[in-house]
T-cell receptor, first 117, second 114 residues
């Protein structure tokens, strides 16, 4: 089956630094990728939709200057948390939708646990 | 706007017993419905989906779900629970229109007791 690779799986950083998270579709092309944030014991909150070759679409309340998204190719999207603060600590998950032979579904990365000290 | 409700934060079931995890949805058009499972500190894994056709959908690991249009429900079921089924389960919906934004429920923790 299709695989979405996300890394790093875990990152600890100092307040004020920036952190980049990568999301790759390994065996299919993804013109769209979704970035979610998940707080403990809560659902996934869609942060933004990453579009290859164009600007990302951010959900209401998500700061686009803080959470920079770049969809550089049909297989790679990156999320950069700029000037991270402790309140940005969370579990971040990417996903890519797939249709056609793979069927209508979302393929998820394994997530990144970000801890900001 | 589309939404999903999972009324139970946690479901406990004894190993070998049947399990049900409830989900109701709201969407303006025809729904695409999904169930995903999440293990600790991991991403989500696809279990099954309803797009069209038979109301009873069979998926991975022996799970199935029944689409009920009149009750706008899509409950997840399994005839005989395993301890390894213990995880967090998410119901999700999207409109059958072109935009692929998926809305997730709040999740239900399934605990299978040996």
């Amino acid at each position: 089956g299709a695989v979405v690779s996300q890394h790093p799986s875990r990152v600890i950083c100092k307040s004020g630094t920036s952190v980049k998270i990568e999301c790759r579709s390994l065996d299919f092309q993804a013109t769209t990728m979704f970035w979610y944030r998940q707080f403990p014991k809560q659902s996934l909150m869609l942060m933004a939709t990453s579009n290859e070759g164009s600007k990302a679409t951010y959900e209401q309340g998500v700061e686009k200057d803080k959470f920079l998204i770049n969809h550089a190719s049909l297989t790679l999207s990156t999320l950069t948390v700029t000037s991270a603060h402790p309140e940005d600590s969370s579990f971040y998950i990417c996903s890519a939708p797939s249709t056609g032979d793979l069927g209508e579904k979302l393929f998820f990365g394994s997530g990144t646990q970000l801890s900001v000290l | 706007a589309q939404s999903v409700a999972q009324p139970e934060d946690q479901v406990n079931v004894a190993e070998g017993n049947p399990l049900t995890v409830k989900c109701t949805y709201s969407v303006s058009g025809n729904p695409y419905l999904f169930w995903y499972v999440q293990y600790p500190n991991r991403g989500l894994q696809f279990l099954l989906k309803y797009i069209t056709g038979d109301n009873l959908v069979k998926g991975s690991y022996g799970f199935e779900a029944e689409f009920n249009k009149s009750q706008t429900s899509f409950h997840l079921k399994k005839p005989s629970a395993l301890v390894s089924d213990s995880a967090l389960y998410f119901c999700a919906v999207r409109d059958s229109g072109g935009y692929q934004k998926v809305t997730f429920g709040t999740g239900t923790k399934l605990q299978v007791i040996p």
